[in-house]
DNA sequence: TCATAAATGTTCGATTATGTTCAATTATGT
DNA sequence: ACATAATTGAACATAATCGAACATTTATGA
């Protein structure tokens, strides 16, 4: 196995279980510890997960912001059951807002059996991936480039949203939760998904059942927001009957 | 088999498995490892792979899809030349400003090498791939996107740059003439450019030199705007002449 | 606080991968 | 056809990775 893929797969497993030991990984690579503690350092040293004695966590234990690539590989097939069930709620000719993240990247995908949309996104990679491949009109806000998710962020992302009145929005998070509403990692983020909120017709929320019960740093909204929340069926079932009892319209696919 | 063949069948072999070792591409297509390595080289330069030791994998499935223009290609050795020597212009610390088209996209990849920039760009792929690879500050204007080259036009884009001061910018054109200056075939790229232009301090030109003797619909502006023009040797003595004859500095790579 | 077991860091060496240089071969251009 | 350039392979020097042994540090409970 290479080093990079190693690293990779202890990325994973953090993602999975959120915290690692030197032991358990040394075993399940087959290397000995020795190499475990070197790709800890090397993970810490580039902020993506810190060092603890016998073992490591990711950064920010509740809402991990990993780099584009990685993250897209994470939940995938879940991802995409999400996004086509959000995507047969747009209709031709509509204009649509797509927050960033890989869960709308995979809206945008089926997106592009539409026609005559307008979009609009903060996220560089789908407003490319869009302007490409469709003859849509694609809107970008403009903006700070936040170098993680090449996303826009910032106060003049805000200013460009304000002026939209759109039919649709889809909204993703990393951090869903019955009480506490969807959170983000940083105020900024907060500020661009509030706005995306209050300037759409329709709101829905996407997210895979693995950001449900998790609390972030920054609230968004409650929940009761959002017209729709579309997610996998792997949710907890008490989630799931939270959910419902607050009347809230739930899709699981 | 040709090269291109080869490497080829290497990216393709990176698409299945995702990584590959030295080791099993040599055996597999029959060269020695150094050949792979020198191919792997050449992968990791064009952004399609990233090395690693003993093998290399390939970068982030999301930048492949995004279709490779065949205009990037065009006069590639010529527009890299004219990028080092662009880049090499740049402080540390310094404001810049990147106008859309490949050859900016080669000075981005020359000014990862610097520190502390801030880089406003009308380019998208400019603006992902620096927010990707640097930690600069990225700006990037928003607005429409075009379709054709991934790039933001329109009056969002010019009242996006109305704000910016920048130390120095780069212009890059598809039609540059001695008599008839610079000039775009739509008034919305001239915008962007005439505002690009006005709102820095230093200005250089860069284009190959078969972009030189056109004359497109829109005038920007005329070449003793310019500071600097960085071209090839290949441009046409007579056109040299009389560039220099205008007392304007021309820089040929 | 101190003892103790466990985890960690350091150093070294073996192994393996890499880059450099040069020569031979094959394309390319004049 | 000839000169020139590009590609590839071979040999060697260099560099990186990983594991092992041992000294050091840390966590924790008595």
Redesign the interface.
């Known amino acids: 196995m290479?080093?990079?893929?190693r690293r990779q797969m202890i990325i994973q497993y953090l993602e999975e279980h959120s915290s690692a030991t030197v032991e358990e990984l040394s075993t399940k690579l087959k290397v000995t510890p020795m190499t475990i503690r070197r790709d800890f350092q090397y993970l810490e040293d580039n902020n993506i997960a810190t060092r603890t004695f016998g073992g490591a966590v990711l950064n920010s234990k509740l809402i991990t912001e990993i780099?584009?690539?990685n993250k897209?590989?994470i939940n995938i097939d879940k991802k995409k059951r999400i996004a086509e069930q959000a995507a047969s709620l747009v209709q031709n000719g509509q204009i649509v807002i797509l927050d960033a993240g890989t869960t709308n990247?995979e809206i945008a995908k089926f997106l592009t059996k539409k026609q005559n949309l307008i979009v609009v996104t903060t996220d560089?990679?789908i407003?490319?991936?869009?302007?490409?491949?469709?003859?849509f009109?694609?809107?970008?806000?403009?903006?700070?480039?936040?170098?993680t998710t090449?996303s826009?962020l910032g106060s003049?992302?805000v200013e460009?949203l304000k002026n939209i009145n759109a039919d649709i929005s889809f909204i993703g998070s990393s951090s869903v939760d019955v009480e506490h509403g969807i959170t983000t990692p940083s105020p900024s983020k907060a500020d661009i998904k509030k706005q995306m909120i209050k300037c759409s017709n329709k709101r829905i929320l996407v997210a895979d059942s693995s950001k449900f019960q998790k609390i972030g740093f920054i609230k968004v909204c409650n929940l009761n927001e959002f017209h729709k929340i579309i997610t996998d069926d792997d949710l907890d079932k008490n989630t799931i009957k939270e959910i419902r009892n607050n009347n809230i319209k739930l899709i699981l696919v």
Chains 1, 2 share one sequence.
């Open positions: 290479l080093q990079i893929e780099p584009y690539e897209s590989l990247m560089l990679k407003a490319i991936y869009l302007s490409s491949s469709t003859d009109e694609i809107l970008c806000t403009g903006g700070s480039v936040q170098n090449s826009f003049h992302a460009f």
